[in-house]
């Protein structure tokens, strides 16, 4: 897993690449965290070249979500398409999160 | 057939997905079905890893692929506490974020994963056998 970073006006957008697995997902974990330390700020998790997840991955993500809900921040995903759209799906995850399609799409409702 | 043999440590869970890599580059298999076995893998190793043993000490995991007609086998064993990933039923999937728990999900994606999942006990060990068709 690869995960690149970069600020787009006022939202930081995570772009993870390759797997989410057991092994890899803390990384995603810290990353995350630190991106979600202040409050009230505007996080984009792009996963379009994102393989597949694991349910260590997901846990990772839903810890994000509660605690970008609980500081009053926005975290939006964007980018899940074929077989992570199909893990999203099976694991009734579509609905726990923020999702929009395009990167751009994502920005504008992060911001 | 292709064998690995790792300790009860998350840790070594990298080397079973770098295999399982190596396996499907060389008989250039789906990446959809390879992804499958990827997190049905992950899913089994960690809750073996997590949850079967009590104790403090290393144990042993073995996992075989084989390539069997149209089909990528994953056998796994452990000498852990007995686990019929079968007996669970499956979680709530529309649960509210903040009541929402993880666990049973893992089981869930190996179940709905594999075309074929099997599990016996055989004296002290687990065994558990995961099945992905290559081709519809």
Known sequence: ?111 | MIEITIVNQGSELARVAGLLDRLGAEHHLAPEALADMQVALDEVLTNITNYAYTDKAEHQIRIRFELLDNVLEAVIEDDGAPFDPLAITAPDVSTPLRERRVGGVGIHFVRSLMDEVAYDRTGERNRLVLRKRLKA
């Open chain 1, 1 to 111: 897993m690869d995960l690149r970073e970069e600020k787009v006006g006022g939202v930081t957008v995570v772009e993870v690449k390759g797997r989410i697995d057991s092994t890899t997902a803390p990384a995603l974990g810290e990353r995350l965290t630190a991106s979600l330390e202040a409050p009230k700020v505007r996080v984009l998790l792009d996963l379009s070249r994102l393989e597949y997840i694991s349910s260590a991955g997901f846990r990772i993500l839903l810890l994000a979500a509660k605690r970008a809900d609980a500081t009053g921040s926005r975290l939006v995903l964007c980018g899940i398409s074929g077989k992570v759209r199909q893990l999203f799906d099976l694991g009734g995850f579509l609905d726990l999160f923020t999702i929009v399609g395009s990167r751009d799409e994502g920005i504008a409702a992060a911001g």
